[in-house]
C-alpha cells in the first residue's frame, strides 16, 4: 500500500476499505446475488424454469397427439365402405417391403367408383382367409397383376380378353378407384382389385396351383444399392410364387430399368422351377397381349430400354 498522504481540498485522504466478509465454512453453499439465502436460487430463477419444464411437457404432448391422430389415420379407409388402409394390420408379422404406399389426391370420379363398385369387385388382403378364385371369377382361369399404377393396361387386357380373370394388386388409392372405373365403364366382369401386401395374398390367402400365370410390370426398381433387398423379385419370391402357378403358368416381368431387368433374368433363370420361353436364354420382345402403357411411351421417348422377361413354370 502507498504512503497517506495529509487530506487537503485538492488530495483527499484515502478512503476507508469496506469491511471483508468473514470465510465461510467448508460446504456452506455461496449466496446468491440476489440476497437470497445459501443455495437457494433468485425469486427470478425459479419461475423460468418452471416455464421451461411446462413449454417442454406441452411439446411432448403435443407430439404425441399428432403421432396418435396420424396412426389413427392409417388404420382407417379413407373412404367408407372402400379399400382398408391397413388390411393385415397388426396380425402379420413386419416385413421389409418392396412397396411404398403413397397417398396422392383422388378425383370425384375415382371417390364414386370406389364406393359403388368396392363391395362387388374389391377385396382387402387381409391375411385371415383362403380366396374361393372358382367362385369369384365364375370359374375362369386367373392370373394375378402386382402393381398396376392406374390400371389403364390392366383393363384393356382384361377387354382384349374376357376368357381370363385378373386379380390386380396394388396399394395406391387413385389407381384402385380408377381401374374399377374403367372396368366398370367398358362393361368387364373377369376384373377384380385387390388391395394390400401381394406377399400375405401369395403366402395366406391363395391355394397352391390356384393361378395361371403372373404379371409384374414395371416394378419399383429402388435403383440405391442398400434397397435392392426391397426389390420384388428375389429367388425368395419366387419360392412362393411356384407354389402358387399351375405347371405351365407364365411369369412375365417387364421393367425399363436395365439392372433390375439383369436381376430378374438371372433370378429366374438360376431358379429351378421357371424355364425361359426364349431358346437363347435372353429376353424376350414384348408380347402383342401386353398393351403400350403412357409410362413406357414416355420411358420410350426419353431413350429407355424396355426388356420383358417370360418363364413357364415346369
Not at 382384349?160 to 385378373?166: A, Y
Not at 367398358?186 to 391363395?206: F, K, P, Y
Not at 419370391?237 to 417387364?254: E, I, N
Request: glycine share 10%; aromatic share 6%; proline share 11%.
Amino acid at each position: 500500500m502507498s504512503e497517506p498522504v495529509n487530506p487537503t481540498p485538492e488530495t483527499p485522504g484515502p478512503v476507508p476499505e469496506a469491511p471483508r466478509p468473514a470465510p465461510e465454512a467448508p460446504g456452506t453453499a455461496p449466496e446468491s446475488a440476489s440476497g437470497a439465502g445459501p443455495g437457494v436460487s433468485s425469486a427470478a430463477s425459479a419461475p423460468a424454469s418452471t416455464d421451461a419444464a411446462s413449454t417442454d411437457a406441452d411439446e411432448a404432448a403435443r407430439r404425441a397427439a399428432s403421432f396418435e391422430r396420424m396412426r389413427r389415420l392409417r388404420q382407417e379407409p379413407r373412404f367408407p365402405g372402400g379399400p382398408a388402409a391397413d388390411p393385415a394390420g397388426s396380425h402379420h408379422e413386419r416385413r421389409i417391403r418392396s412397396f411404398q404406399p403413397r397417398r396422392s389426391r383422388v378425383t370425384a370420379g375415382q371417390e364414386d367408383a370406389l364406393q359403388r363398385l368396392w363391395p362387388k369387385w374389391g377385396l382387402d388382403i387381409d391375411g385371415l382367409g383362403v380366396l374361393d378364385l372358382p367362385t369369384l371369377f365364375d370359374g375362369l382361369p386367373v392370373v394375378l397383376e402386382i402393381g398396376f399404377g392406374m390400371g389403364e393396361a390392366t383393363a384393356r387386357m382384361a377387354a382384349d380378353d374376357p376368357g381370363t380373370g385378373i386379380l390386380a394388386v396394388d396399394v395406391h388409392t387413385p389407381g384402385q378407384g380408377n381401374l374399377l372405373g374403367l372396368a366398370d365403364r367398358a362393361g368387364l366382369s373377369n376384373v377384380r382389385v385387390a388391395n394390400g401386401d401381394a406377399i400375405i395374398l401369395l403366402r395366406e390367402m391363395l391355394a397352391p396351383a390356384a393361378l395361371d400365370g403372373l404379371r409384374v410390370y414395371f416394378p419399383d426398381p429402388w435403383p440405391k444399392k442398400r434397397h435392392h433387398k426391397r426389390r420384388l423379385i428375389q429367388p425368395e419370391f419366387l419360392d412362393l410364387v411356384a407354389q402358387r402357378l399351375k405347371p405351365g403358368a407364365v411369369v412375365h416381368c417387364a421393367t425399363d430399368w436395365e439392372p433390375y431387368a439383369e436381376q430378374m433374368l438371372d433370378v429366374l433363370t438360376a431358379h429351378p422351377l421357371f424355364e425361359n420361353t426364349r431358346d437363347d436364354g435372353g429376353y424376350a420382345p414384348r408380347p402383342a397381349f401386353r398393351p403400350l402403357t403412357r409410362f413406357e411411351g414416355q420411358g420410350l421417348d426419353k431413350g429407355h430400354v424396355v426388356h420383358d422377361v417370360l418363364f413357364t413354370r415346369s
